[in-house]
């Protein structure tokens, strides 16, 4: 190794201080004036009688370096050629280099605010750890769903929502995404951005999440083979708010923790003891594709149910503001609203009791399920009360008068046309009908052992639901005539989780919806088609989708926001969305015995009359407005019933 000259070495030290920040790089700055000034003195002080000693010359020198304005008070050939060069060096090294420290430092240090290191102050906010597919749909629900959201400042003694985003890296473009959102425009304000990922402890402090009183932490993205997966990292960020709680002796905050495998819930559960709801995207959504396939149409009173774009939504209510009542009595004084059931206290539970007994008795410890439009619709009347709206009379509902459920099958030809994580979750969901029988095939360009490996650990060996894999691009017209999907009863088209976006998945899915009409074009009968989206702006690109469409992401950030305002909604999502107890159904009017042009108020009563509750029509044809569906119509609203209209209900299996 050479060694290093002495202007090496000086340079290593000067490059060493400009590096600890602008204080040392002033201070290099301040020295090197210091030195400039003392070899100006020292130039102009020999022979010179206007100066006592060096330290006036240096002073005369320090002068010209700082101020040009004494050039011309020189005089003589060498004081002013000395005091030329002083007065130029001084625009370099004083103006120059000092403006620039400065200017750099103010930069970095804007920066470094507008990246949001500094830890947020605030008490019982809601945090949301992660900017994902998902975050900006959560924040709009948040911010949408005034009533709950009023209820739940009220239980937590705050006045104002205020929202803390964890994101990895903090951008304008957020911000900017953030203000151009529906439902947010210039309530982007209330929304707090900090940069970090919820893998580190610091940044958890950053967002105060244990002072927060809910912490959402939504599923992210990663590579197909990566390690980290999604719910490796929501385990970590539990793993550090508990052992930082425990190092501070604070409480543990409400989080609901969105994981991509169910058979995870267990672990996550045990890295967390405090209040936590998980939220299983994998079984969540492949619970609403089954359902949907038994129950062709379904996917309309899903979408209008588990997002808040429009129409009526599940609301759970405290049981004193109907203390003493029956459901009954409850739903008279609520006009604008179905009154769904009851959450009874089971020990640390509730015990799910939908199309309960009109006569069921309401104690302040329960819970009303509620569906209405908005959420004042859910407070009954006042005694008096006549604001527009008119008592109900009372609707009877038995127990014990289950009738069968009406559902496609029992044998289903099942076509998927794509592949992601939670095909193994929707064949295994499949398996928990004892009922039906399912002959599923898969068609996906991915490697067929790859695929049958995920499925193996997934399915159980004995698993009653057959599978049998397809090599083969569904978006090429050619490969998917081979398929045959006319020989199907109900055919999927899933959104891939392989691509970098969901605008690519989409695209890839949209492009082989178009094929497969192309396909079915001349067939009489045509299968059931049920897509899936990720984004929410996709699902109108489609003119001519007359199919079946659920968009995944904005479905589970609506039941993410919607449970961390109110706990007890999951147990009722469970509830509805899985094999036995209440369903959502679709009926023939043949079924009830309606009197000619009868009314929403006529349905309700014949509905009670058989165990059931009525929720609203599915139209054969599109109303003016474009909608299949009709929900919660007014009592008085005739049904104007047609040929293949369907009613809309929740009974019992």
């Known amino acids: ?56 010359a240096v002073w005369w020198a320090f002068l010209r370096l700082t101020d040009p304005g004494y050039l011309g008070d020189d005089e003589g050939d060498w004081r002013r050629l000395v005091s030329t060069m002083l007065t130029v060096t001084g625009y370099v090294v004083f103006m120059g280099t000092l403006v620039a420290i400065l200017t750099r430092s103010l930069i970095a240090k804007m920066t470094d605010l507008e990246r949001g290191l500094t830890p947020v102050t605030l008490r019982n906010h809601v945090v949301v750890l992660g900017w994902t597919s998902r975050t900006v749909p959560i924040l709009q629900e948040l911010l949408a769903s005034s009533g709950r959201v009023k209820r739940f400042l009220e239980r937590h003694a705050t006045k104002r929502l205020r929202l803390v985003v964890l994101s990895d890296e903090v951008t304008s473009a957020q911000t900017l995404s953030l203000r151009n959102e529906r439902d947010i425009g210039r309530r982007a304000r209330q929304i707090v951005l900090r940069s970090g990922t919820p893998l580190q402890p610091e940044a958890l402090h950053r967002v105060a999440c244990l002072d927060a009183a809910a912490v959402i932490v939504p599923s992210s993205s990663h590579g197909p083979d990566s390690l980290v997966t999604s719910d490796v990292g929501t385990v970590k960020a539990l793993l550090s ?35 936590l709801e998980v939220i299983a995207s994998d079984a969540m959504i492949s619970r609403l594709l089954v359902q949907t396939l038994l129950h062709p149409g379904l996917s309309e009173v899903l979408n209008e149910l588990l997002t808040a774009r429009f129409g009526n939504d599940i609301f759970v209510r405290s049981g004193d503001i109907a203390s003493g009542q029956t459901l009954g009595e409850f739903a008279q004084n609520c006009p604008d609203a179905v009154v769904l059931g009851l959450l009874e206290r089971a020990g640390n539970g509730w015990n799910v009791m939908l199309n309960a007994p009109s006569d069921t008795r309401i104690t302040d410890e329960d819970r009303i399920i509620v569906m209405a439009r908005d959420y004042d619709d859910t407070h009954p009347m006042e005694p008096g009360e006549t604001r527009g709206r008119a008592r109900l009379e009372l609707v009877e509902r038995h127990a014990g008068k289950r009738l069968p459920v ?22 295994a969901e499949m398996a928990r009908y004892p009922n039906h029988t ?12 790859m695929r049958e490996n995920e499925i193996a650990r997934y399915l159980p060996a004995e698993s009653e639901v057959s599978h049998r894999q397809l090599m083969a691009d569904f978006a090429v017209e050619e490969e998917l005539r081979r398929v ?46 049920v897509m899936e989206l990720s984004d929410p702006d996709n699902e109108t690109l489609l003119v001519t989708n007359q199919n079946e469409t659920l968009v995944s992401s ?18 009722v999502l469970d509830e509805l969305f899985t094999p036995g107890g209440a369903e959502i159904m679709m009926r ?66």
Request: glycine share 8%; hydrophobic share 45%.
């Open 1 to 56: 190794m050479l060694p290093l000259s002495l202007l090496d070495r000086v340079k290593y030290i000067v490059e060493r201080q400009f590096v600890k920040g602008a204080l040392f790089q002033l201070l290099v700055v301040g020295i090197g004036i210091g030195l400039i000034s003392l070899i100006g003195g020292l130039l102009v002080w020999p022979g010179a009688d206007s100066f006592q000693d060096l330290g006036d």
């Open 241 to 275: 708010m508990t052992s930082q709680a425990q190092y501070l002796h604070a409480k543990l905050p409400y989080v609901v923790a969105e994981i991509e495998d169910i058979r995870k819930q267990a672990v996550v559960e045990r890295a967390y003891p405090g209040p």
């Open 406 to 427: 009406r559902q496609s099958g029992p044998r289903h030809r099942v076509l998927i046309l794509g592949w992601n994580r939670r095909v193994p979750a929707l064949l």
């Open 438 to 449: 399912y002959e599923v095939d898969l068609v996906s360009i991915l490697p067929v052992e």
């Open 484 to 529: 045959d999907p006319a020989g199907y009863d109900a055919i999927f088209l899933l959104s891939s989780d392989r691509l970098s976006t969901g605008e690519e998945a989409d695209a890839r899915t949209m492009m082989g919806y178009l094929q497969l009409q192309e396909v079915l074009a001349s067939v009489e009968d045509p299968p059931q088609v």
């Open 554 to 571: 904005m479905i589970l950030s609506h039941i993410l926001a919607q449970v961390a305002l109110r706990r007890e909604l999951r147990v």
């Open 588 to 653: 023939s009017p043949d079924e009830f015995e309606l009197p000619a042009g009868a009314d929403f108020a006529a349905f309700e009563k014949t509905a009670g009359a058989r165990g059931e509750t009525a929720l609203g029509v599915f139209r054969a044809k599109q109303d003016e407005d474009g909608r299949w569906l009709e929900m919660n119509p007014g009592r008085d609203t005739r049904l104007n019933l047609q040929p293949g209209d369907q009613l809309v209900v929740m009974g019992t299996a």
